[in-house]
């Protein structure tokens, strides 16, 4: 009997899991059906996962990139060529998933967030 309750319960948390919007898989990875932009979306995770009050490491400052405001993002981005799939950032975050570093796992990207930034890289890493 136990068994059989702990089949179903995981076959009712795969439902759950899988009927969330951030959680929509394709054979490529996640759908970008959104549009995100860097004002009202990635500043946010940026500040909260790469720089701002809970790390020092993408700041003025520091010896990394400084992802603190619009236009040192910009600028570090621009810096990377045309194709936006071909920078550093992207190369990082999206194809690497080596950023933020495995061995801080309090600044580790949830799926949401991860798609986020994906899919505004994507686009082109527009502003607004």
Known sequence: MKIIIGILGLI??????YSCDDFQFVAEGIECNTE???DEHVRTILNSKCSGNNTSCHVPSGQFPNYEDWDAMQSTLSQEGEDPTQSKFYDRVVTKSDMPPSWAAEFALDTAEFKILR???EAG???N
Not at 12 to 17: A, C, H, L, P, R
């Open 12 to 17: 009712f948390f795969s439902i759950f899991i």
């Open 125 to 127: 890493f527009p502003k």
């Open 36 to 38: 995100y932009n860097y």
């Open 119 to 121: 899919c505004w890289s």
